[in-house]
Every structure is written in structure tokens, then in C-alpha cells.
DNA sequence: GAGTGGTCTAGACCACGGT
DNA sequence: CCGTGGTCTAGACCACTCG
């Protein structure tokens, strides 16, 4: 009781108890225990499992919820975050016309293969080289019009069976089909903007001149536990769209 | 009690304690009547002064410091931040080199005259259209080799006697300047992205060839208040440098 | 009306930084 | 040692949602 320091780790590791309670909260909702909406126990409930007063546990939901995992409504209950396409596109889609609209964009895949992940890939995605990683190409427009090229990379071992039918609209974004497939909530992600000329292939895919400046966003998209579940690279026409960002 | 609504007013103006006190003590700092670097009332000062309890004012300055307008810091009392060049560069300046390196610019100012705002630049910075700007002009140098060409405008009404000196190493960040000098503080900004192709002007400033295709960062950044006080237009080499932006 | 999260208060104790 | 912010608790009351 006047020590609490007998355990040397405890220096170091030292958490407050909302953090704790937090970190536990949040490996339930990773590990699936609670699933994309869910409702989870209200907070006397949680508060009296976890044997800390409802105020903490107050403070862990607040601060997961500013993580984006769940979401509280008053009166209704306390959710776990269900990624739908609107909020896999307002979060991870940050192109804005000249007009300052944001547009929203028709995916149509063009391939899906199958290969060994290269020095570069496997570094990116944090996996060892020659892991099998899905290739899929798609083809997006932007106000009917082709406006990104893209190329997404991810492991085969995290999505069996992924099947994504080439040459049709998609329904579905690729967060969605990760989150409701694969239980696999992409939470983070990480970009890198370059300013490229379009290749031959490029300029075949949008119907833009070769040599034309185009947008290459590298995009490292992270699950809730931070694993690198995705690499993107997506090449944007840039004489009508803007990356856009807000520093604050 | 069965309607509420009676007064129209009631319905929107409703705003928690914590949050009036929020206000409160962001026009104090905002109007400059606590400056950056000073020492702000401890919690149970601010409780008293506004007649609410010390936990109200803890959630009013939590909320204040997520907007990094304060520093909070334990033993020693809170402070109204100050925009160090640290501070300044690591949430403004987004380049990173292709090894995710965060180089440190050097800047060295090339010209400063006055022009009256054209409607597209009246527009941005959401002035009158023929107001007087700044236009100042510099060259940034990555690794010290020069890697963005810059355009700057600022309201002269906000600057009085704003002078750059040309030719000479920067010392200062411009926020630094607009704060130390002026008591304007950067506290937000939007960031637009395009690829473009390099002109002869950026050419010749950045010692590249012709039509090289460069990042256009178009930023328009706003004080406390959220007042338009900068448009700043960067162009940027991209060969060996990146955007970085992190989506959480 | 019952149950949920949201706000607010009051007070205890801890951890940190300086005297 | 004192004063600061940080954590934690306990309880009251409010506002929203739904059956």
C-alpha cells in the first residue's frame, strides 16, 4: 500500500486508470469482442467491471471516442464505429475541385493479381519480402470523368478469398469491404504527395497528354492496432482537383 | 416544459458552462489581454473569477489546449503558447525527404513591394478587392540546395511597417514575425495541393529544367480568430522531397 | 417513464517543479 | 515545503431517445 514500487516495471509502465481502461476498451473492440455496431455497456456497467468509478470510464470512452472507434449519442448508447462510405470517404478522400466541392468519386477495378512483395512493397507494408500481396488497379472519376489511377497493395494472408469483380462500378469502398469481410477497421493512415509526370500508361488510363504534372498520393493505411494493412498509390489528375489538408 | 422552443433563441445559443468559459478565456487571449508566454490564473482563480467550480475551467482548458492556444504543464501552472521556429516549422511545414527525414529550411527573402489585391487574391485572403498586400517573395533551401520558390501576401493593415530584409538569411519563421511583432498568432491553416509544371521564373529560382513538374501548395492561414492574415503559394521540387499528411 | 449519455460540482489525493 | 496541474471518486441534475 506505501509502495506500490516494489514492481520496478511499475516506473515505467505507469498508466492512469482511465488510460488503462481505455487500452482494454479499445482491445475489445481489435480484437472483435465488440463488433462495428455494437452498442456497448453503458458506463455504471463498465464502470462496475473494471472496478473504477463511472467518471473514469467517462474519460476513457471520451477519449476513444476522439480516436473515432465509437461513437456516443445521448440518450441512444455508446456504438462501435461502423465505417460506411460516407465516412471512409470523408475521412480518406481528400481531393477538392477548384470550386472548393468535394467530389465523389465511381470506382471500377481493372485488375486484380496476385504477386510477391518486392524489397520496396514489403518494407512499406511492413512485411517480409516475398509475402503474396493482392495487385489490384482501378480506374476512379471524378465527376464522370477519369481522374485517378490507382494501384493498391495488400497482403493476401489478411484478406483469403478476396475477390473484387473487374469492370464494374464498385458498390463498395475498399474500407467497407475490409471493415464488414475482414472485421479489419482502418483507422489510420499515413500520406506522401509527389508532384509526377504521367506515364504512358497513365496517360492512356485518364485521356490526359504523357508529361502531363499529375498528384502521386503513396497512402500507408493502418488498422486500429496500427498494423500497415494497405498501400495505395493513386495518381490524380491535378488541372481540376486539389489535394487538400488542414493544419491546426 | 413540454416545449421548450417557445423561445426560438433558447434552441441555439445553448451552450455548456464549460464551454462559455472556453470563450471567455480565448478572447482574453485572443484580444491579447494575456499574451503569449504568460503565466495564465491557476483553475481555482478562474473558478472563482467566473463562478463556477474548478472542474469546469479544467474542461474549458483541456478543450483550449487541443487547440494548442495553451500549455498546460504539471507543477509549474499554464501558459498561453508562444510560436516558437520549432513550434512554427513542425506543425506548418509538411516536406519530408524520401528517407521521411523532416529537413529544416533555410529562407532567404528576394523581394517585398505592395500591390492591391486582384479579385482572386481578394477572394482567398476574404478582403475588399484592391486592399493593399504585401507581396513578399523568398527562396527556401532543403539541404541546402534551393528546393521552393515562394509568394507571400499579407493585408498591410495587419503588418504597419512590415519589413523583410531582402538578400539575407531569415532568421525568424514569418509566424514567428507576425506574432513577436504584431501579436497575431498562427493558429490554423489550409492546405491545397496541385502538380504543376515548373515555369521559366521557377525554373531559373530553383536551378531546374523547364516544365519540371512541381508541388503547388496554396495555403491560406488564419489567426485565433480564424481571420484570413496569409495566402502563401510554394512551389516545391519533388523529386527528392514529399508532402507528408497523416489522416487519423 | 425509464434509461442513456452530458454537465456540473465538490473534495481527496498524487506527481511534478521550484523554493 | 508549497503551489501547480493530474487523477479519481461520488453524486446531483439535465437533455435526449425510445417505447
Redesign the pocket.
Known amino acids: 500500500m506505501d509502495n506500490?514500487q516494489d514492481d520496478p516495471a511499475a516506473a515505467t509502465d505507469?498508466?492512469?486508470?482511465?488510460?488503462?481502461?481505455k487500452a482494454l476498451i479499445t482491445r475489445r473492440i481489435a480484437t472483435g469482442d465488440w463488433k462495428p455496431g455494437d452498442?456497448?455497456?453503458?458506463?455504471?456497467?463498465l464502470?462496475n467491471e473494471y472496478?473504477?468509478?463511472?467518471?473514469?470510464?467517462?474519460?476513457a470512452?471520451?477519449a476513444i471516442?476522439a480516436e473515432r472507434l465509437i461513437v456516443?449519442?445521448?440518450?441512444?448508447?455508446?456504438y462501435v464505429a461502423r465505417h460506411t462510405r460516407e465516412h471512409a470517404l470523408f475521412h480518406f478522400f481528400r481531393m477538392v475541385d477548384i470550386n472548393e466541392q468535394r467530389p465523389v468519386p465511381t470506382s471500377q477495378a481493372l485488375s486484380q493479381n496476385i504477386v510477391n512483395a518486392s524489397q520496396e512493397l514489403a518494407k512499406q507494408l511492413e512485411v517480409e519480402p516475398g509475402t503474396p500481396l493482392y495487385h489490384i488497379t482501378r480506374n476512379r472519376s471524378l465527376k464522370a470523368s477519369p481522374a485517378i489511377y490507382e494501384r493498391i497493395y495488400t497482403p493476401v494472408q489478411m484478406m483469403p478469398d478476396l475477390q473484387i469483380e473487374i469492370g464494374k462500378q464498385m458498390v463498395d469502398e475498399m474500407y467497407v469491404i475490409y471493415q464488414e469481410r475482414y472485421g479489419i477497421t482502418i483507422a489510420h493512415a499515413s500520406e506522401r504527395v509527389a508532384a509526377i509526370a504521367a506515364s504512358a500508361e497513365d496517360a492512356r488510363q485518364l485521356k490526359i497528354a504523357k508529361a502531363t504534372p499529375l498528384l502521386e498520393i503513396t497512402r500507408i493505411a493502418r488498422d486500429v492496432s496500427k498494423v500497415a494493412v494497405e498501400l495505395r498509390i493513386s495518381r490524380c489528375r491535378s488541372d481540376e482537383f486539389r489535394y487538400a489538408a488542414e493544419l491546426n
Open positions: 506500490d505507469y498508466q492512469p486508470l482511465y488510460a488503462q481502461v452498442m456497448i455497456p453503458n458506463e455504471f456497467q464502470a472496478n473504477v468509478s463511472q467518471g473514469t470510464v467517462r474519460k470512452l471520451i471516442e456516443r449519442r445521448q440518450g441512444r448508447g455508446t
